[in-house]
């Protein structure tokens, strides 16, 4: 994978370092890894040399990993996974339930990376993998897996400008009182826990903002299908958030009980929080608008029918 720019009048005298890094987007980290993979009008070059007008830099990129070395770290795992779209760049994947995204210390095998390395594997290469957003293990829809860390850091800035869109299916508690709304709470790890969050007027804690849009009450199970929409990243946002008003999700044993409502009757339909990653569209690398779409799982269609 190579980056190229055209030098303008008006970046001319500039340091090439300087372009690469705000014109072609590369981070510092990044930055570090290239520095002696970037030319000028074809010639490796210093970066502290000056550019002029209709310079042409090129960045290489595929000598960042030691693909044998990370895939060493790692026990494939041979699990189809649930392709939605892929291209050079991105693989798109509707992750079931049930399934963590990356190995931990308590999940070292059978994640959703680990079942990644093997498709690639399968086709016989090997390929970097670097999730663009996560899901909590048994919330169910779209991970975007970049093929690049240049990929990754390209649309997880999109993210930071509110210009990577997300939009979940929840199943929450009771009936929502207005038809579309906000929720801005700041959420913060609970005390003594390393899993748990919850709301907080501190302002120290993290900034969150979660926008619903109520699609369907259902009066006989009392319950609320929502279009809900990220404005940022939480761990757990979407959960602590509708727990926070007194809808927490169906099925969610953590928070759910935190709010004090009985799930018992709810098990007989799904065994984990009514929360689906419906939707995600981005620009991608060559400026097009992408959308996402992970058809709904079998046990929210049967929660809803």
Known sequence: MKLEYIVESADSGKMVKDIVKTKLNVSSRLYKK???????????????NRVTENDKITVILDNVYD???I????????????????????????????????????????????????????????VPIHFVNRLDKDTTGVVIVA????????LVSQMKENK??????????????????????????????????????DENADYA??????????????????????????????????????????????YANESKIKIDNIKKYINRQALHAKEISFTNINGERIKIEANMPDDILTLIQ
């Open 71 to 126: 895939y060493s770290k790692f026990k494939p795992w041979n699990h189809k996974i649930n392709i939605i779209y892929e291209d050079e760049y991105i693989l798109c994947i509707n992750k079931e339930k049930n399934m963590v995204c990356h190995p931990s210390a308590m999940h070292l095998e059978k994640t959703l990376y680990q079942a990644v390395m093997y498709y690639y594997i399968s086709q016989n290469k090997k």
């Open 67 to 69: 693909l044998d070395d």
């Open 34 to 48: 290239i520095v002696n993979d970037i030319y000028l009008n074809e010639f490796k070059c210093y970066t502290s």
């Open 147 to 154: 093929k690049h860390k240049y990929i990754q850091e390209y």
């Open 164 to 201: 990577f869109s997300k939009k979940y299916i929840a199943v929450v508690y009771g009936k929502i009182e207005n038809e579309e709304g906000i929720i801005e709470k700041r959420i913060r790890r609970k005390e003594g826990s390393i899993i748990l969050r919850e709301v907080t007027e």
């Open 209 to 254: 903002k979660t926008g619903y849009k109520l699609l369907e009450y259902n009066k006989e199970k009392d319950y609320s299908i929502l279009q809900v929409m990220l404005h940022t990243g939480r761990t757990h946002q979407i959960r602590v958030h509708f727990s926070s008003i007194g809808h927490p999700l169906l099925g969610d044993e953590i």
